[in-house]
């Protein structure tokens, strides 16, 4: 079983509409899980944080955490073709302090359709 | 972004040879990391700095040699390379222990030929 698990699409929706992006983790000790943009060529940057169960909303983008089904998700709202990119799922290694000891999953591939 | 700056951007290179990645931060930060990020397959963190020492070394084959001579440099050494090598290999750079982000620079393209 992978530790980080998404599905590598591609998940196509149309502008405006809700993207909603999924993540499975494996290690039910983890704690710290975010949430990475990658763009064709570029390096990952960081888009949203979440540790507590729960939503988290950072404008147009909502977290959802449940540790319990060890699952956690990126909702898009109004999605805009700018958004088409591969979206990251990470979760820092347990036990780990270090800020940078992430696992990712392999990424979904959003594509916003004009 | 250039609070992270990678160099080379691509780097093409035959088995035989030497060759070194290098990363420069400019953030403050104590922590420093290589990953690899290969077609089809997640990020996979390699080596792990702290305070310019060693911390992590994620069963990374010998071919690949890091070298962290002060907190703000970080470099990777290749020899005798595979074409399985080949891959976008991220230097980042975060506090150890304090905030929720680290920074990835954009990252060297290496083909082995």
């Known amino acids: 079983q992978k530790e980080v698990e998404q599905n590598s699409g591609p998940l196509s929706v149309p502008e405006g509409a809700i993207a909603s992006l999924n993540c499975t983790y494996s290690?039910?000790?983890?704690?710290?899980f975010f949430w990475y943009r990658q763009y064709s060529g570029k390096s990952p940057e960081l888009i949203m944080f979440?540790?507590?169960?729960g939503d988290k909303e950072d404008g147009r983008f909502t977290a959802q955490l449940n540790k319990a089904s060890q699952y956690v998700s990126l909702l898009i709202r109004d999605s805009q073709p700018s958004d088409s990119a591969t979206y990251l799922c990470?979760?820092?290694?347990?036990?780990?302090?270090?800020?940078?000891?992430?696992?990712f999953g392999q990424g979904t591939t959003l594509q916003v359709k004009p | 972004e250039t609070g992270v700056t990678q160099t080379p951007r691509h780097l093409v290179m035959g088995m035989t040879n030497k060759k070194s990645l290098k990363c420069e931060q400019h953030?403050?930060?104590?922590?420093m990391y290589w990953y690899k990020q290969s077609a089809k397959k997640p990020l996979e963190l390699m080596f792990v700095?702290?305070?310019?020492?060693?911390?992590e070394n994620n069963s990374v084959p010998s071919r690949f040699s890091p070298e962290c001579p002060n907190s703000s440099h970080l470099f990777l050494h290749l020899h005798t390379l595979q074409p399985e090598d080949s891959a976008l290999y991220l230097c980042?750079?975060?506090?150890?222990?304090?905030?929720?982000?680290?920074?990835f620079g954009e990252g060297s393209w290496l083909t082995v030929v």
């Open positions: 700095y702290n305070f310019k020492e060693q911390t």
């Open positions: 990470a979760v820092r290694k347990t036990g780990s302090s270090n800020t940078g000891k992430l696992i």
């Open positions: 290690d039910r000790g983890s704690q710290s």
């Open positions: 980042a750079s975060s506090q150890v222990s304090s905030g929720n982000t680290i920074y």
């Open positions: 953030l403050g930060h104590n922590a």
């Open positions: 979440i540790y507590s169960n």
